[in-house]
């Protein structure tokens, strides 16, 4: 950690086999090489044929991520209920009914800084959850005190929702990340008010591909308008995501800096 600064790097959606071992291959050298004292990923989709499981939970913990956050797709796999009861650092959003499984927020220790951490969905073209706006700001303010970092993975479709929610939040969290559509955005800032801001961080999974599933199966997909099986890509598979710089004296985002490792 340099003096008076920290970096924590968030990464894109992890899909499939391919990403998280891409993750376990490379995650702990680029943590060395690149001085990022915390890990967030979004891993929704890391667990084969999507959704997130025990074994690739922990996986992906041992590759050195801290923090995994997720989206609408971590249902999909039943077992996925105990994993979030029982890991507090495996979070589900947070504007999803109070009676789900898990948390929607944790708080991580970095280097004896504590850093909340925040996952919401969005809610234009996705489910009809409680708002994510006000969802956030109940959760800063119940935890007001008690961190010294906020950062928020917000899972969502339209662009729109999420720079509001970004400039909403502006001044009163250290980050917002953009996740779930798999393809990154060249929009990284720093707000006015010492926010970061990325609108979506794209995808850690094979890129010869659409959004991660083989080519064909999704082309078949529009052209026949019926259901398919969904299969993951094969080939080479890149990291996507984004390093925030944050001042540990201001608690606020000094650089953000978007990156991709092929
Ligand atoms: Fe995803
Ligand atoms: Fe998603």
Same mark, same amino acid.
């Given at each position: ?19 998280? +071992?891409?993750? =376990? /291959?490379?995650?702990?050298?680029? @943590?060395?090489? #690149? ?7 979004? *891993? ?37 209920? +105990?994993?979030? =009861? /029982?890991?507090?650092?495996?979070? @589900?959003?947070? #504007? ?7 948390? *929607? ?158």
């Amino acid at each position: 950690m340099t003096k008076g600064e920290a970096k924590i790097l968030v990464l894109g959606d992890i899909v499939g086999n391919a990403g998280t +071992s891409a993750v =376990e /291959k490379r995650l702990w050298n680029l @943590r060395r090489e #690149n001085g990022i004292d915390m890990v967030i990923a979004n *891993g929704e989709n890391a667990a084969e044929g999507n959704g997130l499981n025990r074994e690739t939970a922990e996986r992906l913990l041992d590759a050195g991520v801290d923090v995994i956050t997720s989206g609408n797709h971590i249902w999909k796999k039943s077992t996925v209920h +105990s994993l979030l =009861e /029982k890991n507090e650092n495996i979070i @589900r959003p947070a #504007n999803y009914p109070g009676e789900c499984p898990g948390s *929607g927020y944790c708080i991580f220790d970095m280097n004896s800084y504590k850093v909340l951490v925040m996952n919401l969905l969005g809610t234009v073209f996705m489910e009809s959850l409680d708002s994510p706006f006000v969802t956030a700001d109940k959760i800063l303010s119940r935890e007001e005190g008690n961190f010294d970092f906020a950062i928020v993975d917000f899972h969502a479709e339209a662009t729109s929702e999420k720079i509001a929610l970004g400039r909403y939040l502006d001044g009163r969290i250290t980050a917002l990340f953009g996740t779930h559509t798999h393809v990154q955005t060249a929009d990284e800032q720093v707000f006015g008010g010492g926010t970061g801001y990325i609108t979506d961080v794209g995808m850690c999974g094979p890129h010869d591909s659409v959004l991660g599933v083989k080519s064909d199966i999704i082309i078949r997909k529009f052209l026949m308008k019926m259901p398919v099986h969904h299969e993951e890509a094969e080939g080479d598979v890149s990291l996507c995501g984004c390093i925030f710089t944050v001042s540990t004296d201001s608690y606020r985002t000094v650089k953000t800096e978007r990156v991709r490792w092929d």
